[in-house]
């Protein structure tokens, strides 16, 4: 029920019938969208329309999201084909909404639309907003581009492959060599005589032979 009341004096008011009212009275603006694509997914972002609300300053949008949480539904369609579609209701909760849609063939076009119920009652919900579309990257345009990075990846591994091939052989030579060289140094011909011991002229014996 509501009513209105009209102030005659500070101590007078005259209040009109009082009218029943329920939700499917309930008149809401469309939501706007934005679309933004990674790939084959799709990101939309839906903003709610401002909401009068008494604790909102003057001059500040304050979306409808901040007095109820709404259902949001966000439906993709194929613009050359609308019997291709997906759709997601999600609760919000925030003051934005986020969906997310992957799965989305290449070379096409997509468009998003958006709109947004009453949480208790669905009749009182608002119309579609404005459909915001976006075309998905073409294989043609894919295919070229993978080439390209597997040709500049061949370039960058190819010398790097080279190096790691002839580090083995230099390595085996080398070890090849160093027995020659440490029988070089092992030779008895070429060790450095060790230097006569001191002896104690005490401990030499001197005998003679009678014979």
């Not at 539904?73 to 997310?100: A, G, I």
């Not at 919900?125 to 295919?143: E, F, I």
Request: contains cysteine.
């Amino acid at each position: 029920m509501i009513r209105l009341g009209v102030h005659l004096s500070p101590s007078s008011t005259a209040w009109m019938r009082p009218l029943k009212f329920d939700y499917s009275d309930f008149t809401f603006s469309p939501p706007s969208v934005s679309v933004s694509l990674k790939e084959d997914h799709l990101t939309v972002k839906v903003q709610f329309p401002c909401a009068t609300n008494r604790r909102c300053s003057l001059g500040r949008c304050c979306p409808i999201s901040e007095l109820i949480h709404p259902w949001t539904t966000v439906t993709v369609y194929n613009k050359q084909n609308h019997s291709e579609y997906q759709r997601r209701t999600v609760w919000t909760q925030e003051v934005v909404s986020h969906v997310e849609f992957s799965g989305l063939a290449a070379g096409q076009n997509y468009c998003a639309v958006a709109n947004f119920s009453f949480p208790t009652f669905s009749m009182a919900a608002s119309p579609k907003s404005s459909p915001q579309c976006v075309q998905t990257v073409s294989q043609s345009v894919l295919l070229p581009a993978v080439c390209l990075g597997i040709g500049l990846t061949s370039l960058l591994l190819v010398p790097l492959l080279a190096v790691f091939l002839k580090r083995p052989k230099h390595t085996a030579l080398t070890s090849e060599n160093q027995p020659e060289t440490l029988a070089s140094v092992q030779d008895p011909d070429s060790l450095v005589p060790l230097s006569p011991v001191p002896v104690d002229p005490c401990d030499i014996q001197l005998e003679f032979d009678d014979t």
